[in-house]
């Protein structure tokens, strides 16, 4: 039972290049979120899935696309890479189909671009 | 949308004093209060939440207090130990988000 797994863990990139960021549970669960997380900032929501086949904006979606390929997995895709992108990125799931139980997080991608 | 404000930034104590750490929130619906805690270059792990029917909930050495009329919840980490240094993040939800804190490092020295 991994849990939450993200790939890649690190990942350099020039700006204007584009790159997805991989996310899969095997807990069985229906909602499935990616957040990107700043020194003195916290973890802000970029896109969630609550169920298989839907996809919603959170608090910074710009310059970000994702993809519900599956009950298991979650895509977050950067199709032009800016500096201001450069941060770590945490993919996360819960149980239900709100936000009223606990997250479960992957261990993060650290993406820098330069 | 939900704003939820921690304090401190950071926190110091002595090994075996206690830790207390404060969030508050705005939308009077929220419903549910996690806090996490991260160690360096891990991800956030879920130590303790508490839901709205409830005013207190203890696990160990660590306890959460919520105040919904005042729209405030704390943390309290007592006979704290090294292993207690992290930063710590509340978090509050709404609708499909969960908005946290910008985290509270804390530090316990020997």
């Known amino acids: 039972n991994a849990g939450v797994t993200q790939t890649p863990k690190f990942q350099v990139l020039k700006t204007g290049q584009s790159m997805t960021l991989q996310c899969a549970q095997d807990?069985?669960?229906?909602?499935m979120y990616w957040y990107r997380q700043d020194p003195g900032m916290g973890l802000r929501l970029i896109y969630y899935?609550?169920?298989?086949?839907?996809?919603d904006k959170g608090e910074v979606p710009n310059g970000y696309n994702v993809s519900r390929l599956n009950k298991r997995e979650f895509s977050l895709r950067l199709e032009s890479a800016a500096p201001s992108q450069t941060s770590v990125y945490f993919c996360?799931?819960?149980?239900?189909?709100?936000?009223?139980?606990?997250?479960?997080f992957g261990n993060g991608t650290r993406l820098t671009v330069t | 949308g939900e704003n939820v404000e921690q304090h401190p930034s950071t926190l110091s104590v002595q090994e075996g004093d206690s830790a207390v750490i404060k969030c508050t929130y705005s939308d009077s619906a929220s419903n549910y209060f996690p806090w996490y805690k991260q160690e360096l270059g891990k991800r956030p792990q879920l130590i303790i939440d508490?839901?709205?029917?409830?005013g207190e909930k203890k696990d160990q050495r660590i306890a959460v207090t919520l105040n919904k009329t005042a729209k405030h919840f704390s943390l309290h980490i007592t006979e704290t130990q090294p292993e207690d240094s992290a930063v710590y993040f509340c978090a509050a939800p709404t609708y499909n988000d969960m908005r946290f804190g910008a985290g509270t490092r804390l530090t316990v020295k020997p």
């Open positions: 996360a799931s819960t149980l239900g189909q709100g936000i009223n139980s606990p997250l479960h």
């Open positions: 508490i839901r709205s029917n409830v």
């Open positions: 807990m069985n669960h229906n909602s």
């Open positions: 899935s609550a169920s298989e086949g839907t996809t």
